[in-house]
């Protein structure tokens, strides 16, 4: 889903206006690329339950921390490799579930295996149709579309207020989704730049502390209509 705040913001107040969940209809081919992934754990997760470090057999109802806390708890190197096994695979139902098959490819790439290689096959079947990008899309063309014009405003007040430019901060738990996002919206001819990390991941190269500061210091001056 994509959740939408709506705030009027100006020098001296913040005002919580609207909040908003919007239900994104799942991308054909999202359910059976699901399946294999848990197909894939299911094995892995019967070998811990014989090491005694779960009793949970069912993929759907592990995570990542769960998996995290099995690395702690035990000593042996053939655990710990299936344990980053199966942490690996829940990130990449993670993204197929929260995003879309396309970024569910780009990771799976980006990671290698032999394992990638039947997933990549199998999305492949599937037309790459990203209804959360296209929602996303449509939502901040149409906010931004109702951005009030200094030039038409009647009061010296209202021409010097904050208020009467819109602008749009969009959170996203992954670098590559950001690009993705600010590629997309550019497209769009809309003004808007990435704010991350630093990064060591071949996907993304990130940002450093001079870079992001200046992008800051661009959204605040109004130069930007999304971050």
């Known amino acids: 889903h994509i959740e939408k705040i709506e705030s009027d913001t100006c020098d001296k107040y913040k005002y919580q206006r609207k909040k908003e969940k919007i239900i994104i209809p799942k991308e054909p081919g999202v359910d059976i690329l699901k399946e294999k992934l848990n197909q894939m754990l299911y094995p892995m997760l019967i ?102 014009s200094p030039e038409g405003s009647s009061s010296s007040m209202e021409e010097n207020s904050p208020c009467l430019i819109r602008q749009i901060i969009i959170f996203s738990n992954y670098r590559l989704v950001v690009e993705e996002i600010v590629k997309n919206l550019k497209e769009l001819k809309i003004t808007c730049a990435a704010f991350v990390g630093q990064s060591q991941s071949g996907l993304s190269k990130g940002l450093n502390r001079s870079k992001q500061l200046k992008v800051i210091d661009l959204f605040k001056n109004k130069h930007l209509s999304v971050l």
């Open 47 to 148: 070998k811990m339950n014989k090491e005694r470090l779960t009793n949970i057999t069912d993929p759907e109802k592990i995570s990542k921390g769960l998996a995290a806390m099995w690395n702690k708890q035990t000593l042996s190197k053939s655990n710990h490799f299936i344990i980053s096994k199966i942490i690996k695979i829940l990130g990449w139902r993670e993204k197929l579930e929260e995003y879309s098959i396309d970024i569910f490819e780009k990771y799976l790439r980006d990671d290698g295996g032999n394992d990638v290689k039947d997933l990549l096959k199998i999305s492949s079947r599937y037309p790459k149709k990203d209804f959360k990008m296209e929602k996303l899309k449509e939502i901040v063309k149409s906010y931004l579309e109702q951005s009030i």
